[in-house]
């Protein structure tokens, strides 16, 4: 059995997770705070949204549809503790590993041709990789940088790529089911109430109708209409990062196969050596078979390989 210790770099004041002499680095806390008000705002409806939709429907859906004990309502409440723990789990796996030039000390490698894809960074005063680019909200380069992430208030790269696909691919899952839960809850089980003219038009402006009439049916509504707009939000972003998964790339080389190697290491890229064990935690160590700095385009690589 894999053991995991954890050690302070203190070159760096990061802390790592020591998986048999391979670290994966976490960052400080003092970089994982919001920087700046979108991220603030994002990071809050989050955190605020999934404990409430959680309890609403672990304390009140769950047990008027199943009742308590139940072999459904078993099912369906041990479901919800696992993707309740992996939404989590992700997201501040997500957060906390650092995927920065910061990780490491960069060393251009002495090879004329790849130290030619090297690129300077005027901000970061640094010489970086290729495919690592400068976020100007985090204020650093990040190694295979794709996006930065409203949500978790870091930018998605090469070490935390994994956390953020199962962060929204379970957020897609338990917003849905908790959607079809909600609906029966609201709609058919407390029909004499929900549809009501009154309560139909409230139903496009919520949060209007809870601060006009403030009750617990309305803060259901919301509740309800807010799991619809996870399930949506974290749908769309699966579809839009499809296709870069799909071919190796980031989201700055969307139409590029310069690192396309067929789905199956696509994937090992992102989910790593023990890809079929990721789903259950973040906790499942699974190595990358890349370091995320010295990367060359499949054509050069295939050539130098023949």
Partial sequence: MNQMNLVIDSSSCHLGAKYNGNTMILRSWDRVRPRCLADLSCLLLLVVFVPVAYVF????????????????????WVAAQFI??????NMLACMLVDTTIRMELLKPPLDPDLRARWHMCNECQALVPPRSWHCEVCGVC????????????????????????????????GSFVASILGGIYLWKVHFDFYWRPFTLITVFAPAVSLALSPCWESFYLLTYLLTWLAFAISSLLLVYHWPIFQLGSVAKERRSRNYDRGLRANMEMIFGKRMHLTWLSPFVRSELPHDGINWEPVATHLTKED
């Fill in 57 to 76: 429907h672990m304390t009140l859906v769950l047990p008027e549809l199943f009742g308590v004990g139940g072999f459904w309502y078993t099912v369906i």
């Fill in 142 to 173: 990040v190694l295979k940088r794709d996006h930065h992430c409203r949500f978790t208030c870091c930018c998605i790269g090469h070490h935390n790529y994994r956390y953020f696909i199962y962060f929204l691919l379970y957020l897609m899952i």
């Fill in 84 to 89: 309740i723990f992996n939404i989590t789990a």
